[in-house]
């Protein structure tokens, strides 16, 4: 069984459409620059991937989350055809942080925040009529996991249509968070490198709409094949390759593919020193009878790590490659670490290529893997 992916809306800090994300991402580009919606000079680290879109440059805005989130899902189903959805149309929602920095702010400066702030169903609900609205928060696979169960909605029969979306903006807590635990602070993303130090916070939104394959006449960007998800809880915190493996291989079985039959991998890529060793790791296990093997890439170089959207912001790219014949290469990677070293991941530049068929991981803290097997458009 197959599902369709008839609409995709992207933003976040390297541009506000999936054509422009994955422009900027071949050109080499980065989002990166000093954060603007608090003062950093308490902490160690300079630099986030934030969205600029203030009103206000130098002060912060409640809602901003909540406000890409609309933008995507609107643009997204107008994409698919659907710019007036059935109310009833399921939308599943990613996310880290939900409107924590709206907590913030009213605890900081007593601005406005209303116990329905705190969950996305109002604001979908006054903008476009949607009240199934579910939040899904597991972490950095959160979207992904997302995905998976609208999968099982269409297969289940409960759906034909589901909207799957991510969407979080940087809390200044999680900012602060990760400059503890992170030492040096890292001043970039530098996937798969020796000199990795660590992961740099992101914001955005992504949404995609997910229809039953044959129940449309529209446009197809692409179609899932299959999605493995698990929580492997071999640490609190730790990735663990044997744990992603096993998510590879269900999404594997459920697709009814074999390795070889994999062209390119987006991977999560996060650029901490665990984290890239075990997706690495993984990569080498699953696909180490594979020849030539797929290609392999990563965005979080240019675009930061978005949290609860990564995983289908990996899924957008991965479709936008495969319909250009562009792969983007994984940014700043110059010494790969030995784990990498047989496989074909992309440096330096685009890669040309037409692959056919996609994986895309999310790799959560504490195992929480989901990975996505997926197809270039038909129509």
């Excluded at 009529?129 to 995905?147: E, H, K, M, N, R």
């Excluded at 492997?232 to 992603?244: F, L, N």
């Excluded at 020849?291 to 991965?318: E, M, Q, R, Y």
Aim: a negative charge; one cysteine or more.
């Amino acid at each position: 069984m197959s599902w369709d992916i008839t609409g995709m809306s992207v933003v976040c800090a390297l541009g506000d459409s999936v054509p422009a994300v994955h422009g900027a991402l071949c050109a080499g580009r980065s989002g990166l620059a000093p954060p603007a919606a608090f003062d950093a000079s308490k902490y160690r680290a300079r630099a986030a991937f934030e969205i600029d879109d203030r009103a206000d440059p130098g002060t912060d805005e409640p809602l901003r989350a909540t406000r890409w989130l609309v933008r995507v899902v609107r643009e997204a189903l107008a994409d698919a055809g659907l710019p007036e959805p059935d109310p009833g149309t399921p939308v599943l929602v990613g996310t880290t942080h939900r409107e924590m920095r709206t907590a913030e702010l009213w605890d900081r400066d007593g601005g406005p925040l209303a116990p329905a702030d705190l969950h996305f169903t109002s604001a979908l609900h006054t903008a476009l009529g949607l009240y199934d609205v579910q939040t899904v928060a597991s972490a950095c696979a959160a979207s992904l996991y997302g995905l998976g169960m609208a999968t099982d909605l269409i297969a289940a029969g409960d759906a034909d249509t589901v909207v799957v979306a991510g969407t979080d903006s940087i809390p200044e807590s999680s900012y602060g968070g990760f400059d503890r635990i992170q030492h040096p602070s890292p001043d970039a993303i530098l996937t798969f490198d020796r000199s990795r130090r660590g992961m740099v916070i992101g914001e955005g939104a992504v949404a995609v709409v997910l229809r039953r394959a044959g129940s449309h006449a529209g446009r197809v960007h692409g179609r899932v094949r299959g999605v493995g998800m698990n929580c492997d809880a071999s640490h609190p915190t730790a990735p663990d390759a044997v744990g992603i493996v096993r998510a590879i291989e269900e999404a594997h079985e459920r697709a009814a593919l074999h390795p070889e039959d994999v062209g390119l991998v987006v991977v999560h890529g996060s650029g901490t020193p665990q984290s890239d060793l075990a997706e690495a790791v993984a990569l080498r296990e699953v696909f180490k009878a594979a020849d030539p093997g797929p290609l392999v890439t990563g965005v979080k170089g240019g675009t930061g790590h978005i949290s609860g959207g990564a995983g289908l912001l990996n899924l957008v790219v991965a479709l936008e490659s495969m319909r250009t014949g562009r792969v983007p290469p994984v940014g700043g990677l110059t010494d790969p670490i030995e784990e990498v070293r047989e496989l074909r991941v992309v440096s330096g530049g685009p890669a040309a290529g037409a692959p056919r068929t996609a994986q895309v991981h999310a790799v959560g803290m504490g195992g929480i893997n989901a990975v996505a097997i997926v197809e270039g458009g038909g129509r």
